[in-house]
């Protein structure tokens, strides 16, 4: 059962187990999931059915450099500063189409009301790291960039995530552009698709 998506910009602050108190961005629609993969695990439901009913328009980039800045102050105000701010939200966070100028506006705010102990991280399904601006923001904005990697093979990442099998070589060549990155991983054993076998791993 798919959970509700993020109805707003900015969601939280949470408290992670991962991050600590985590800052959440939502760069997206907040009426419909926007991915350029239909994994068959998402915690948001699968994206062809939310993409037959139209596509919402993502947010300005003034708007959302304004709800950013807007919620950051409000949070120093209240010393209620985060651990860390986590740019998610409803789908793939580097399909916004000015990404890098509302990165670099990100990390800006994050200095002039947290300091540069508040981390900023992204999760990522990678496949956009063919992009230079992508990349650029990417390696200058961003603390700890978490990239989707769980499968071994072409046929393994068509199959989980329902999209052609060259992205995964795609996904391979964004990650050797980047400075630094983690791995994120999610296995799952299934009729349809199964990422846990030693070829995969």
């Not at 230079?132 to 990417?138: C, K």
């Not at 393994?156 to 992205?167: D, H, I, P």
């Amino acid at each position: 059962m798919p959970i509700p998506l993020q109805d707003g910009w900015l969601y939280g602050p949470v408290d992670s187990r991962r991050y600590g108190r985590s800052l959440g961005v939502n760069p997206l629609p907040v009426d419909r999931k926007l991915c350029s993969l239909d994994c068959l695990y998402c915690q948001y439901g699968f994206t062809r059915a939310q993409e037959a009913a139209g596509r919402a328009e993502v947010p300005s980039l003034g708007d959302l450099v304004e709800a950013i800045d807007g919620t950051f102050a409000r949070l120093a105000a209240a010393n209620d500063i985060p651990d860390r701010i986590t740019v998610a939200g409803n789908g793939e966070p580097t399909l916004h189409p000015d990404f890098f100028a509302w990165s670099e506006q990100l990390a800006a705010a994050r200095l002039k009301h947290f300091g540069p102990n508040t981390k900023i991280g992204l999760l990522t399904n990678g496949l956009h790291l063919n992009k230079p601006d992508v990349i650029n923001a990417v390696n200058q904005f961003y603390d700890e960039p978490a990239i989707k990697l769980e499968c071994g093979t072409a046929k393994c990442f068509a199959a989980l995530y329902q999209v052609s099998e060259r992205g995964l070589q795609r996904t391979l060549d964004g990650l050797h552009q980047l400075d630094s990155f983690v791995v994120q991983a999610l296995f799952i054993q299934g009729a349809a698709a199964d990422n846990t076998s030693p070829a995969e791993i």
